[in-house]
């Protein structure tokens, strides 16, 4: 269907969505002197502030706090003792994410020019948006409605309350016992925070193994962490049915893979299993947007839909559902969506290099304790796409600082190409490992090597020079052997 193109328009660009990709979006239009209308029909700052990264990452500094006065005679102290009241703990985290909304308030973009609305937009057509009862007209539409939690229509569930990561920050009372659906990232965070402030916690997983997508060897370092804390680990079982007994007693049933079927009381169920693209109720349906078999929204490389125009960044394209990633295709959808068409006539190398989102080098971490970061191919995908690799590896065991500061566990794993310092991916595993990695990411963004690493000066004694050590390792196994041997001779010559 043709759409009639307005004469004048309202907006140069109108962004849906005040979340990560939506605000940098808008702030970038800002700068380049467009003309940007930024809708929100919620709160702005998206799920990141306001129930995803920030309150997340504020209850886990508290269970961390917990976990260290736990471990308080490894520090040389006798013994420790912390009383708390898990209210006070939700209420910190509330304090938290109020202290940072300023960055993301409508007060700090208006000043910074964008036209902040509010309300349930409805896109009539490519070049039109309603708001209200007022229709505004713009050359270019940016989707950034990101993605909510995915609930499976389990049976029973809607006899029971449950937690989401959208709701699980309104909890006040600590459950004595709690279920969590799900071992991804969220569900693996949750869950040791959860146990860490005193719940008995059961972790579901229906895959063979808890946060499938890292490394075996990772996986199992984690499963390992958490039964350690006291948690009920059950993988291979599915969520079945939920109930309730004469008593009030809540109960999952669980299948396991035998087709066996065991109960789980609990007084909370929290269900990480994934989020779903919001591609409903603001107008795609109407204009025929492409939607793919994941549920987002169809994109080409750069960021455009079937209609040249309106173009999608963040959660509701993917495939990666980072913050961070977010921020990144943010930058692109806004270039593109601002200069089209006439970005159209350069050559198509220069608009693949400088127009086309780039997911070579994409970083990501789960915040357990530890943590895992993760950049690049991880070796389980290098083996399934039969990429040849080599793999050096560094135990933090070995470094000064983490053995200072109690935090001598976990390892670095890079993967180079054959006989080449190239980087390929990297995974660590510590309770630095987000912070340890960025070094790594610099150096794979700007098409730089170990040997780059190795001839930098780390500050002593600090984590990072793990990473100076680990390219060191992959040098001595790359040593020039018939040089070496010939300097020996050279040497021996001077001494004669």
Not at 260 to 282: H, P, Y
């Amino acid at each position: 269907m043709k759409y009639k193109k307005p004469k004048k328009f309202d907006f140069n660009i109108i962004v849906i969505g005040a979340g990560s990709a939506g605000l940098v979006c808008s702030y970038l239009s800002a700068v380049l002197k467009a003309k940007v209308a930024l809708i929100e029909k919620h709160k702005m700052g998206g799920d990141c502030l306001n129930t995803g990264c920030v309150p997340s990452k504020a209850l886990i500094r508290s269970a961390k706090m917990l976990s260290y006065a736990k471990k308080a005679k490894d520090y040389g102290f006798q013994s420790s003792h912390i009383d708390f009241d898990f209210k006070d703990i939700m209420e910190r985290v509330q304090k938290i994410i109020q202290k940072i909304e300023p960055h993301d308030s409508v007060d700090r973009y208006t000043k910074l020019g964008v036209d902040c609305l509010s309300g349930e937009a409805e896109i009539l057509s490519p070049y039109k948006v309603k708001l209200k009862d007022k229709i505004y007209t713009t050359r270019s539409i940016v989707i950034a409605t990101g993605a909510r939690p995915r609930v499976p229509p389990f049976k029973g569930l809607d006899k029971i309350s449950y937690l989401t990561s959208d709701n699980v920050w309104k909890l006040r009372t600590l459950p004595k016992k709690m279920v969590i659906l799900g071992a991804g990232p969220i569900g693996c965070e949750l869950a040791q925070c959860f146990q860490r402030f005193g719940s008995q916690v059961t972790l579901v997983e229906k895959a063979p193994r808890i946060l499938f997508r890292e490394d075996i060897e990772i996986s199992e370092i984690i499963h390992k962490k958490l039964q350690s804390e006291g948690m009920n680990i059950l993988t291979a079982h599915e969520a079945n049915e939920f109930y309730i007994k004469e008593n009030r007693e809540k109960i999952l049933k669980l299948k396991k893979e035998d087709e066996s079927i065991i109960e789980v009381a609990f007084d909370e169920v929290l269900i990480a299993l994934g989020r779903q693209a919001n591609i409903e109720g603001f107008g795609l349906e109407n204009l025929k947007v492409k939607i793919t078999s994941r549920g987002t929204i169809e994109s080409d490389m750069f960021l455009a839909t079937n209609y040249s125009n309106i173009f999608v960044c963040g959660d509701v394209v993917g495939p990666y559902q980072f913050t961070h990633m977010a921020a990144h295709q943010a930058y692109y959808a806004c270039i593109n969506a601002l200069f089209r068409p006439y970005t159209n006539w350069l050559p198509s190398f220069v608009k693949k290099k400088h127009l086309a989102v780039n997911y070579d080098v994409v970083p990501w971490a789960t915040y357990t304790d530890p943590e895992i970061a993760t950049v690049g191919l991880t070796e389980t995908a290098a083996k399934a796409q039969k990429i040849k690799y080599e793999l050096t590896t560094y135990p933090m065991d070995d470094l000064d600082r983490a053995i200072t500061d109690d935090e001598d566990h976990g390892f670095i794993k890079v993967l180079t190409v054959p006989d080449s310092d190239k980087i390929l991916g990297v995974t660590i595993i510590h309770s630095r490992g987000s912070d340890l990695i960025s070094e790594f990411i610099l150096a794979m963004t700007n098409g730089l090597g170990l040997n780059a690493i190795l001839k930098s000066i780390h500050i002593y004694p600090t984590f990072p020079e793990a990473n100076k050590y680990l390219a060191g390792r992959w040098k001595q196994a790359h040593k020039p052997e018939k040089l070496l041997k010939w300097l020996q001779k050279f040497h021996n010559w001077r001494r004669s």
